[in-house]
């Protein structure tokens, strides 16, 4: 069941209007709505950068919790609005591929938000957090069911797969999934998969650069030092003490890296 | 009846104590009170953007919602601190003009906040917000009516009419309330008011630049292109696909604009 | 008693999902506890800043809040996590220094956090902010008591005494705590005891820059007057009307400054 936990997800920044008027549309629905802002800060029209974030901090809230996620660079178009379950909670979102690591994670089901009485009357064509994903929520919140929203699909978009592939023996090229506020790079190796680099000598290569360091925390290393470290996101990241390991290699999400061991 | 719903809008970003504090002053006072960030990032002392951005968004809030409004380039002056009601409303916020855009949408009631015995003992020079503006709101949600806060007064600050300028037949010279994330131009030519675009040939003059081209969304412009929009705020927006209108035009909140039709 | 206020205070920006996975994890032990954000903006690992903040923003919050600092540039080496009780409040804090300004205020007892059920069973060795400091306040704000948590300890780390130097008879050297977001330098001199430049002629030098004016207000100045205020914080700041002082100057945190008295 949905609890009145909603989370917000959005690349609308905080400077605007428009976060405020998705909390006031919720609460003018749901007054008893508890909003907990995950970010507002999403690069603007980054389905990537979004899908990260909110595949890293949604198994953290409880059970029934309803997360929204607007980054939306198809607004106005034909693209759908989704309502989607999957691992005891819920997600409304466009149908983008911005969902795609819950997919991943959790049996899942889909539906298409169609229902126009679980929208505002008028639809703009540039404000669907405010016409159609705020009121979702807030009506999911206030105890209508799932099916009452639409019917269940299939073809929801999912982006490609993003694991590394497998290139040669024990080489494999991966991807930058994110870059944090520090400068971290997240890569898409994840630590249980690519164990082998706690115990075997191995080389990250991004551009030019090659990296062969481990570090267990960054105390251990030199200030200005580029290491790999396991993430707390469940991933390798390429890291920099005290410094952006983004600005050092000129990486940024969608950077192509390699990974060797040997 | 306010609810125990607050709103908060002020120019003093995120970085600095100043919102924690005025959290903890309005918790200490209403310790049930929700308080809801519409947003901290107005442009330092920005009377206009603070006037537009919550006279965008009070009106999705459910009734009895107390906004505070602290953009305050005055503070320490005489400048009085206002309660007003409008439309079922509360807002709380210094005499400065930033109830504009309230006033003119609603039939309203105004105050001077002037009992001592809401405000802190001490009143600093520099920092209402926690001294005068987040009492306020926290009394009144906790059930303080509001003649107990001051006279009605009628000589309130407005802002001079910001409604566009009729130059000619058909030529109309307006202003642009608001910049938003994307560089989208907010003007303000009211949509139901300039209808005549949807229908009609028109040119919109920003500087040298003309503008022809009314897109009903962003997907069906080319990348790059610039174009007027029915913006979600209900005002014609000028905006470019995934690009800064803004910076192409050069032009910021308080820019001249003009409207012609054919 | 902790209440089931939690204030949340730290370096992470609002782009990550760190902030996210905190209140998540918050949220999945103590389903009704109150979420307040003070600031994600602390400049990273800027333990000063965090103290300067926290230390201005705790008093105002009610009795029973818990107060959680995460700037933690020594994650995963072998600082301690610390819970500490002063005026009522609980502080859920790295054993850095971050609560050094609270120290100072109020008699407090300081215990390490080592119960192991207190945690997260898997602790990473760079996101204690969701291993162990969330966690912990979640705990505490839903009932378990303090001695549960862990010893009492006295050699907590406190900073080096931020209160100015007594250099010569009228003469003291000082420090600028903190840098607020409109440029404003607020010293270490505390007004109460500093009120001589309220009622003699004074000089505070900083860099190459003297300073003989005290202003009651920002508007009885001039546009880019360099003055000195009696901040809202209880420290004296040096402002420049609708300017940056700190630019003006070229100071930051940590520059040093003298004050004469005549």
């Known amino acids: 069941m949905p609890s009145g936990l909603i989370t917000l997800t959005t ?45 890293q901090a949604w198994r953290y809230f409880p059970k029934g919790t309803i997360h929204v996620v607007v980054v939306d660079p198809g607004v106005g ?4 609005p989704l309502l989607a379950e999957a691992g005891g909670h819920f997600f409304v979102a466009p149908d983008n591929g911005v969902l795609s690591m ?46 009452q929203f639409g019917k269940l699909i299939r073809d929801y978009v999912r982006s490609w797969n993003t694991k590394p592939l497998h290139l040669a023996e024990q080489v494999w090229r991966g991807t930058i999934l994110s870059v944090d506020r520090y400068g971290n790079l997240i890569t898409n190796f994840q630590i249980d998969e690519f164990a082998g680099v706690k115990t ?46 983004a600005s050092r290699l000129g990486c940024s999400a969608g950077a192509a890296i390699e990974l060797e061991l040997f």
């Open 11 to 55: 690349d609308f920044g905080q400077a605007d209007h428009f976060v405020g008027v998705m909390k006031g549309v919720i609460l003018g629905i749901a007054p008893r709505a508890r909003i907990v802002d995950i970010t507002h800060e999403i690069a603007p029209y980054s389905v990537t950068d979004a899908s990260f974030v909110v595949g």
């Open 77 to 80: 178009t034909s693209r759908r």
């Open 102 to 147: 819950i997919y991943e994670d959790s049996p899942h089901k889909v539906r298409v938000i169609s229902n126009p009485k679980l929208m505002r009357k008028q639809i703009s064509r540039t404000f669907h957090g405010r016409d159609v994903f705020a009121p979702a929520s807030a009506h999911l919140a206030s105890g209508i069911a799932p099916p």
């Open 200 to 245: 075997r000598p191995f080389e990250m290569r991004a551009g030019t650069v090659r990296i062969r360091r481990l570090a267990l925390n960054y105390a251990e290393t030199e200030i200005g030092e580029l290491f790999v470290i396991a993430g707390s996101s469940g991933y390798l990241e390429i890291a920099a003490n005290q410094a952006s390991a």
